[in-house]
T-cell receptor, first 113, second 111 residues
Framework: ETGVTQSPTHLIKTRGQQVTLRCSSQSGHNTVSWYQQALGQGPQFIFQYYREEENGRGNFPPRFSGLQFPNYSSELNVNALELDDSALYLC????????????FGPGTRLTVL | EDKVVQSPLSLVVHEGDTVTLNCSYEVTNFRSLLWYKQEKKAPTFLFMLTSSGIEKKSGRLSSILDKKELFSILNITATQTGDSAIYLCAPRNSGNTPLVFGKGTRLSVIA
């Protein structure tokens, strides 16, 4: 157990809807990164938050957005869901931005119908 | 563009076998390489390698990095069914950049 929690564990949505996924980082960690893992692929970086600011972004469209709160928990929001957004969404916390070791939560499995 | 290639993509072995998983990478300003084990959902951290030729070991698992040839291997000896998982490698470059994961190697250990 890494101490990183995510909710919900599973979610089913339809195309065009919006979704919010949540992550609580490990105690003492101020950096949260979000990844999308499609079936048969490795995790792909979406973005990172450090002390409530976006600190890096991968190749994802603007309809993927996020927030980090003063307690360092984080949200991932996806608008206008598409079928290809179906994936496992992982968040990972690290002690600080630039630290190599990231500790992953159990993920949220999103299915878009 | 950073690139990570893992091989084989999948592997089926019997309990007690020894396996070697490969990870080759092309990363500018390389700093470290991480290995993770993913059983159901959350990847769990195994090793972080920063120096060439220095083996890291944890029980039956070991890993080594070759920064000249740009690859790393993960060895698992005396495999058990509990080793069945996807093994992911992720190199990291200097600066505040994200982990870049390979597609992983799916290892199945049968009794």
């Amino acid at each position: 157990e890494t101490g990183v929690t995510q909710s919900p564990t599973h979610l089913i949505k339809t195309r065009g809807q919006q979704v919010t996924l949540r992550c609580s980082s490990q105690s003492g960690h101020n950096t949260v990164s979000w990844y999308q893992q499609a079936l048969g692929q490795g995790p792909q970086f979406i973005f990172q938050y450090y002390r409530e600011e976006e600190n890096g972004r991968g190749n994802f469209p603007p309809r993927f957005s996020g927030l980090q709160f003063p307690n360092y928990s984080s949200e991932l929001n996806v608008n206008a869901l598409e079928l290809d957004d179906s994936a496992l969404y992982l968040c990972a916390s690290s002690l600080r931005a630039g630290t190599d070791t990231q500790y992953f939560g159990p993920g949220t499995r999103l299915t878009v119908l | 563009e950073d690139k990570v290639v893992q091989s084989p993509l999948s592997l089926v072995v019997h309990e007690g076998d020894t396996v070697t998983l490969n990870c080759s990478y092309e990363v500018t300003n390389f700093r470290s390489l991480l290995w993770y084990k993913q059983e159901k959902k959350a990847p769990t951290f195994l090793f972080m390698l920063t120096s060439s030729g220095i083996e890291k070991k944890s029980g039956r698992l070991s890993s080594i990095l070759d920064k000249k040839e740009l690859f790393s291997i993960l060895n698992i000896t005396a495999t058990q069914t509990g080793d069945s998982a996807i093994y992911l490698c992720a190199p990291r470059n200097s600066g505040n950049t994200p982990l870049v994961f390979g597609k992983g190697t799916r290892l199945s250990v049968i009794a």
